[in-house]
């Protein structure tokens, strides 16, 4: 067993491998858990927020992290049961010039959320998803929350939906 640097919890788990070793953390972010991978240094090399499936995953029992792959999907196990962690996955289309696409990208960054932004203006694959998702409107912020449109959200939305 590698010693844990100080900068990671105590609960963090490793899992070593041939060539490489890494320490995972987990905590309950509302309906949703990150996800934490650290070096066996203790560098912090990725951060995500993941979806359960099947649900039913209780953190304050006993786990044992099992696998993740490049901090897109992790699986645990607890109770005899593989339980798999999904990256949450968010596209923002947009413009620059757009004051709610704005406030969108600073509310993602500002509670961490990694999301791929898109600028429907220099891209025009991108304006014609937005006109078909609208019926030929460019209606923007267009939203994807894991595989899931959403037209112009509020940031009240928003939160209910990821949180």
């Known amino acids: 067993m590698k010693n844990k640097p100080q900068n990671i919890s ?46 039913g995953f209780e953190i304050n029992k006993p786990y044992r992290f099992t696998y993740l792959s490049h901090c897109q999907e992790c699986t645990i196990l607890q109770e005899k049961k593989h339980i798999n962690f999904i990256n949450m996955k968010v596209k ?24 791929e932004y898109i600028d429907i203006s220099i ?21 994807i929350i894991n595989g899931e449109t959403y037209i112009n959200p509020s940031i009240s939305e928003l939160n209910k939906l990821i949180k």
């Open 92 to 115: 923002v289309y947009g413009a620059d010039w757009c004051s709610d696409c704005i406030i969108v990208k600073n509310f993602f960054n500002s509670i961490k959320m990694k999301f």
């Open 10 to 55: 105590n609960k963090a788990q490793i899992i070593e491998g041939i060539g490489a070793s890494s320490w995972f953390t987990i905590v309950k972010e509302k309906n949703y858990f990150r996800i934490e991978r650290f070096s066996i240094k203790g560098e912090k090399e990725c951060s995500n927020r993941f979806k359960v499936k099947p649900d």
């Open 123 to 143: 891209d025009e694959k991108a304006q014609k998803f937005v006109e078909e998702a609208n019926q030929g409107k460019r209606v923007i912020p267009t939203i």
